[in-house]
């Protein structure tokens, strides 16, 4: 597996990356959301606040994963569900959008952080049954932008194999 710097000198010759973020504005970043983030997303995020990764699926028709810049980054159920859902019954309070894909959303649950690894989530777009629908795609940041570039385009997050 290729490391967040290795994959990162790939986007940015490929894809569209960000401007990097200091340690500072990560790090009130993380008191802002309540929740410390994995070494290996702060890792991305002082390489590039966000990317667009476009990935050809088909004969001209492109499949973008957008990475939120991390300011962007909120609640998914609060992207879903506006602040009227934004309560405990909708989705966990530690489930947050960090990527928007084709239907759906690539969720970090950043309660889940042990040993700088966390859970990734894929929720389709129009979801409201959270855990019971939302698959387990990557276990850190790193797996899951491994995947990310490897699939060039696949929508490697819907298949069925994945763990609930």
């Known amino acids: 597996m290729k490391s967040i710097q290795a994959l990162f000198e790939v ?4 894809h569209e990356v960000d401007a990097p973020l200091d340690a500072s504005k990560i790090t009130s970043a993380e008191q802002k959301l309540g929740y410390p983030l994995p070494d290996d997303l ?7 606040n966000g990317a667009m990764l476009r990935c050809q699926y088909e004969a001209g ?3 973008e994963v957008g990475i939120y810049g ?7 159920r609060t992207v879903l569900l506006g602040e009227s859902g934004d309560d405990d ?3 966990p309070p ?5 990527c928007r894909v084709q239907s759906g959303y690539i969720i ?4 889940t952080v042990q040993d700088n690894h966390c859970l990734f989530y894929f929720s389709w777009e129009d979801s409201t049954g959270w855990e019971e629908d939302s698959p387990i795609i990557a ?3 790193t797996e899951l932008l491994n995947r990310l570039i490897e699939s060039e385009g696949e929508k490697y997050w819907r298949r069925d194999n994945f763990e609930r």
């Open 11 to 14: 986007i940015k010759v490929e």
């Open 61 to 63: 028709i492109y499949n």
């Open 94 to 98: 530690s489930w947050y959008a960090i």
């Open 42 to 48: 702060k890792e991305f995020y002082s390489l590039s």
């Open 139 to 141: 276990r850190s940041f």
């Open 108 to 111: 970090v649950d950043l309660a």
């Open 89 to 91: 019954e909708c989705a």
């Open 70 to 76: 991390l300011e962007y980054v909120e609640r998914i």
